[in-house]
């Protein structure tokens, strides 16, 4: 059975650039979360969906942003670059919402900003 | 406020030597743990976790955590260290309504020959 996927793994992006995360979440899952993880440090929440809509959010900016698809899979869109954006993205999944079940994380993208 | 504390950023021990990983929490509401483990260049992959019932957990590759209220710990323990075992490891802590999982700074666990 396939994991939690993510596309890209790796990205370079220019400072005031916008750029989107995409995650497909393990099949019969309907929760999805994002975690930004910067380099040394554990990995701070972002938003959790559960059936396409938004249940939680992070200590992020507005330019932060994210949607799930009617198959559960995932978007994360960050406008206006920073240089301070660049970490590894985990997208997260879980049978149900609740952080009870424990989440299942992919690999990550990996966001550099220059 | 939910808040996690691991206690040493690094720990090295030797091939065969006792493994442990401590962490502590602080929840207002009964807490969800989980330690989770991090190769390089990899994402997070759950060793174990406690929800509710028995405070022993046993996870995979060996591990097990003991969840005690009263000190408001889960540490990671590991009879026998291995090589493989060579990784970040972080404390998380969920619970609650809270959908989000809180975790903490990490523990590099070296694994000498």
């Known amino acids: ?114 | 406020a939910q808040s996690v504390t691991q206690l040493g950023s690094h720990v090295s021990v030797s091939e065969g030597a006792l493994v442990l990983l401590r962490c502590n929490y602080s929840s207002s509401v009964p807490p969800y743990l989980f330690w989770y483990v991090q190769y390089p260049n990899q994402g997070l992959q759950l060793l174990l976790k406690y929800t509710t019932g028995a405070t022993l957990v046993k996870g995979i590759n060996g591990f097990e955590a003991e969840f005690k209220k009263s000190e408001t710990s889960f540490h990671l323990t590991k009879p026998s260290a291995h090589m493989s075992d060579a990784a970040e490891y972080f404390c998380a802590l969920g619970g609650g309504s809270n959908y989000k999982l809180t975790f903490g700074k990490g523990t590099l666990l070296t694994v000498n020959p």
């Open chain 1, 1 to 114: 059975d396939a994991g939690v996927t993510q596309s890209p793994t790796h990205l370079i992006k220019t400072r005031g650039q916008h750029v989107t995360l995409r995650c497909s979440p393990i099949s019969g899952h309907k929760s999805v979360s994002w975690y930004q993880q910067v380099l040394g440090q554990g990995p701070q929440f972002i938003f959790q969906y559960y059936e396409k809509e938004e249940r939680g959010r992070g200590n992020f900016p507005d330019r932060f942003s994210a949607r799930q698809f009617p198959n559960y899979s995932s978007e994360l869109n960050v406008n206006a670059l920073l240089l301070g954006d660049s970490a590894l993205y985990l997208c997260a999944s879980s049978l149900e919402e609740g952080s009870n079940y424990g989440y299942t994380f992919g690999s990550g993208t990996r966001l550099t900003v220059v």
